[in-house]
């Protein structure tokens, strides 16, 4: 009963903390997404990796527009600042997988 009671009050403060804080909720979303094209691209398969990291691209486009609309400027900065090391491993990738 203590643990159901424990998980619940749990939940509930990570859904406050995620309202809150969304910013933060999202870039580690597109992080996520990101760690998993990083291991496709160790693993050699180069066209897996585009796609993971493709979807993290679009995530954070997303959280960056989101941003825009919600006024929060310093969460578009951090949005900025990880789709630049997201697009540069992109392409980073795409050099390797073309030659």
Do not use: D
């Not at 990570?14 to 804080?21: A, W």
């Amino acid at each position: 009963m203590a643990m159901m009671l424990t998980l619940a009050v749990f939940a509930s403060g990570l859904t406050g903390l995620m309202t809150t804080h969304w910013v933060v909720g999202g870039i580690i979303a597109s992080l996520i997404w990101f760690i998993a094209g990083h291991q496709s691209s160790i693993n050699k398969k180069p066209q897996l990796a585009l796609a993971w990291l493709s979807f993290a691209v679009l995530v954070i486009v997303a959280l960056c527009g989101w941003a825009v609309v919600k006024e929060e400027w310093f969460g578009l900065a951090c949005g900025l600042v990880v789709l630049y090391f997201e697009v540069r491993s992109i392409k980073r990738i795409a050099r390797q997988a073309s030659g």
